[in-house]
């Protein structure tokens, strides 16, 4: 089980993590690894400081104390722009697309970390540039096609359902060629059929070695799908471990899960 590897393979690393807000403790000591091709679960009821230790990884708010580490590196004061362009992508619950472009072009827009020009490369279409953006079209095209939205790749992004929006979403995501990928309840809103494939994708994920940790109210379908959960109650973990192990932690119980069951076989 990924619990019992050493620190030394971990991708990410929470060591001590806090985070107040006034007299409020929203996180408290926090301590959790996350490694390459894993998918790992992070769940506990409302207010468990779930969305707060995501924006802390994410790099949209400071830790009041403790550090993340990301390859072994400290990610203490380096700004939130940077943490995408390390390889730390966050999508969120309400997708958010660029209504005057098209599905490609929302796509591309993910790689701005990739880059490798200059503004006056760009502006004079320079041949780098013309071979840049070649490459970042048939790039978005392998994502878009991931993600099982192929044949809309020039459609107006207007058309997509909501489902499509998400899965967009998560091509835009995959565009910026990330190493771990955070998931903010991912499910919601979606029909089950749209689950069963989301959970394909997320799999085809991890199974490039891309790390993925969620946040998600939809137990049946995080229990089928992490690898591993960590559960928060009041900001402080208390269970980590295989989903079956953590349905059957009497504090998990009490905390949240009451009587989820969720068969695996």
């Known amino acids: 089980m990924r619990s019992n590897m ?21 996180v408290s000591g926090l301590d ?9 679960g992070l769940i506990g009821p409302n207010g468990a400081g779930k969305s707060t230790t995501f924006s802390m990884m994410a790099g949209a708010i ?17 700004p939130t722009h940077a943490f995408a362009a390390r390889g730390i992508v966050r999508t969120f ?3 958010k697309p660029f ?21 006056w490369q760009v502006v004079l279409g320079t041949a780098k540039a013309k071979a840049h953006e070649k490459h970042a079209r048939a790039q978005a095209l392998h994502w878009i096609d991931f993600v099982g939205l192929g044949e809309y790749a020039q459609a107006d992004v ?25 998931f903010d309840e ?11 494939r989301l959970a394909d994708i997320i799999r085809g994920i991890a199974a490039q070695g891309i790390a993925v940790l969620l946040i998600e109210h939809d137990m049946p379908f995080l229990m089928a799908l992490a690898q591993r959960v960590v559960v928060l109650n009041f900001g402080e973990k208390i269970a980590e471990g295989s989903p079956t192990q953590v349905q059957a932690d009497p504090a998990v119980v009490n905390a949240y899960l009451g009587q989820v069951k969720v068969d695996h076989a």
């Open 158 to 182: 207007r058309t997509l359902s909501f489902g499509q929006g998400r899965l967009l979403e998560i091509a835009r995501g995959l565009a910026a060629q990330p190493k771990l990928m955070l």
């Open 99 to 119: 209504e005057s472009m098209s599905i490609q072009e929302n796509v591309m827009v993910g790689m701005h970390t990739q880059v490798p020009l200059s503004m």
């Open 6 to 26: 050493s620190d030394a393979s971990a991708l990410l690393q929470v060591r001590g993590l806090t985070r107040r807000f006034g007299g409020l403790l929203a």
């Open 186 to 196: 991912p499910a919601a809103g979606l029909t089950a059929t749209e689950c069963i």
């Open 62 to 78: 400071e830790p009041s104390a403790g550090d993340i580490y990301f390859q072994g590196e400290s990610l203490s004061g380096v």
């Open 32 to 40: 959790m690894s996350v490694f390459p091709g894993e998918i790992l």
């Open 93 to 95: 619950q309400h997708n």
